[in-house]
């Protein structure tokens, strides 16, 4: 009973463990993390395999209505949104990091963005 406690207790430090990194990226020996600018990201993970960009929905302030497509560009900038994403390597999951505004805002582990 004892041992069966102590792998289970080992399991939940293991999950915690890979919680507490969920929002950085590890490339040739450097570690990207959210807030870092994108000129960091460029030095420490090199150019992406893919880029994309997109210009973000904004919403009329106090509501959840977006602002309508007509406007957008002409009486309210758009928010452009960069998804750049690396191969890690064989064994390893792909790695999809967003920027908005020059700055990492998310790091996502697993298959190409949809």
Do not use: F
Request: charged share 15%; aromatic share 6%; hydrophobic share 40%.
């Amino acid at each position: 009973m004892n041992a069966l406690c102590r792998a289970g207790l080992a399991g939940v430090i293991a999950l915690l463990a890979t919680c507490a990194h969920a929002e950085s990226l590890r490339c040739n020996g450097h570690t990207t993390e959210v807030g870092d600018s994108r000129l960091s990201l460029l030095y420490k993970c090199g150019e992406p395999l893919l880029k994309d960009s997109y210009c973000a929905p904004i919403y009329i302030a106090s509501s959840l209505q977006p602002v309508p497509a007509p406007l957008i560009g002409l009486a309210v900038p758009c928010q452009r949104v960069d998804q750049w994403l690396y191969d890690r390597g064989p064994g390893n999951l792909l790695a999809t990091v967003r920027l908005q505004g020059g700055v990492v805002r998310s790091i996502e582990y697993g298959h190409a963005p949809q």
